[in-house]
């Protein structure tokens, strides 16, 4: 709030240098500073769900970084964050993982906290349902099976192979 767009100006008529140094400055006084100090997440309606207004995207952007623990929560100061809205439909949260103390922020189990999140916006704003993350999902192949099946001449890992003998 309160910036005004300069001679460099991107194509939606905001200089992002201004908004970039706000969100690093914590970074300047940081005990340390974590390898990626950025972290980034879209958060999208389904194409069929009804429009959410701005106000309801902010309090969707709001839950979501205080779900992961990046807000302040009494105990510790909350992390630089802003959500960008540029289509109707999903929002991108952008967050620096230094605390306003200077304290290196965790996510420890931010996506395990993020699905929790989704699960009650979704029921909390009447959007679709999606699957819960109980776990029972079938995982992917590492990149070491990958390459292994690669190297073997395989088009699909051993795992993948079995599961479908199975």
Do not use: M
Request: net charge neutral; aromatic share 4%.
């Amino acid at each position: 709030e309160g910036i005004e767009p300069s001679a460099a100006d991107n194509a939606v008529g905001f200089d992002v240098r201004q908004l970039t140094a706000l969100l690093e400055a914590p970074l300047a006084y940081a005990e340390r500073v974590p390898a990626k100090p950025v972290w980034h997440c879209s958060v999208r309606a389904a194409p069929t769900d009804r429009p959410l207004s701005d106000a309801k995207w902010a309090d969707i952007a709001r839950d979501v970084v205080s779900s992961v623990g990046l807000g302040a929560d009494g105990k510790r100061s909350g992390v630089r964050w802003t959500a960008v809205r540029h289509a109707p439909d999903h929002i991108h949260i952008v967050a620096t993982l230094v605390r306003e103390d200077g304290t290196p922020a965790r996510l420890d189990f931010d996506k395990k906290a993020l699905r929790s999140a989704c699960i009650r916006i979704e029921e909390q704003y009447g959007l679709r349902a999606t699957a819960p993350a109980d776990g029972t999902a079938v995982l992917g192949p590492s990149r070491a099976e990958i390459e292994k099946a690669q190297r073997s001449g395989r088009n699909e890992t051993v795992r993948e192979t079995l599961r479908h003998h199975v």
